[in-house]
């Protein structure tokens, strides 16, 4: 069993930046790709970001491309969201989970293990 804690989250400016941390119990956080996502008020979750298990490959959705870094240190059993550029439609809970690396990342369905969120809000 893995357990995941979020951490790094809080009101910002838009424009400004929050760096997210997702800490993982266990020792097995390496095997597994880390997935971000994010739920605003009144809409479903949505994938930001994932990382494969050697933090050779990331992914991002469209609207986060070139603001939002994705990063891992498994020596650490911790992965991180690196959050620039912020904006007012940023604003959501923010989640790390963790899937078998077979698996599609974009797919809420293929994590296993998922964290309770850290709130993130943008004012305007």
């Known amino acids: 069993q893995v357990q995941l804690v979020e951490s790094g989250g809080g009101l910002v400016q838009a424009g400004g930046s929050l760096r997210l941390s997702c800490a993982a119990s266990?020792?097995?956080?390496?095997?597994?790709?880390m997935g971000w996502f994010r739920q605003a008020p009144g809409k479903e979750r949505e994938f930001v970001a994932a990382i494969i298990t050697s933090g050779g490959i990331t992914d991002y959705t469209d609207s986060v491309k070139g603001r939002f870094t994705i990063s891992r240190d498994n020596a650490k059993n911790t992965g991180y969201l690196q959050m620039n550029s912020l904006k007012p439609e940023d604003t959501a809970v923010y989640s790390c989970?963790?899937?078998?690396?077979?698996?599609?990342?974009?797919?809420?369905?293929?994590?296993?293990?998922w964290g309770q969120g850290t709130q993130v809000t943008v004012s305007s």
């Open positions: 266990g020792r097995t956080f390496s095997r597994y790709t």
């Open positions: 989970a963790l899937a078998l690396p077979e698996r599609a990342p974009r797919s809420q369905r293929a994590y296993d293990y």
